[in-house]
């Protein structure tokens, strides 16, 4: 199961597609992506997770999907899957490491309160 949207298998394709805990990142950085391909491109892709994750970490197998192949072209999506990706995994890793933050303070806490009632239990060897 996604550790982010707990609403999904996690799979490659979720994660660079769809995850609604990443969408923020999504929205504005795979627009401008889309709008480098074909109109018919943009809508095949959208359309298909399996494509559209196909496309953004390596196109150059999808260039059936872009209107004319050059070396401008390809930098321009170099640039913008790039960007989606490190973005993606940035927070990624910020939530994850979020919720990791809130179940150690509720350890904590836990201890805290089990040690202030003095039912913890002391180790006094054999
Ligand atoms: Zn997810």
């Known amino acids: 199961m996604c550790p982010l949207c707990e609403d999904h298998p996690e799979c490659r394709a979720h994660f660079i597609t769809s995850c609604s805990a990443t969408d923020q990142v999504?929205?504005?950085?795979l627009q401008p992506l889309l709008a480098l391909m074909s109109p018919a491109g943009a809508t095949a892709?959208?359309?298909?997770?399996?494509l559209l994750t196909q496309v953004v970490l390596d196109h150059s197998?999808?260039?059936e999907?872009?209107?004319?192949?050059s070396e401008e072209l390809n930098s321009?999506?170099?640039?913008?899957?790039?960007?989606?990706?490190?973005?993606?995994?940035?927070?990624?890793?910020r939530k994850l490491l979020a919720a990791k933050?809130?179940?150690?303070?509720?350890?904590m806490v836990y201890w805290l309160i089990t040690f202030l009632s003095g039912e913890r239990t002391e180790y006094h060897g054999e």
């Open 26 to 29: 999504r929205q504005k950085l």
């Open 45 to 50: 892709a959208q359309e298909d997770p399996e």
């Open 61 to 63: 197998k999808c260039w």
């Open 65 to 69: 999907l872009f209107p004319t192949p």
């Open 76 to 93: 321009k999506i170099e640039k913008f899957t790039a960007r989606l990706c490190y973005a993606l995994h940035c927070m990624r890793t």
């Open 101 to 107: 933050k809130i179940i150690i303070g509720y350890i």
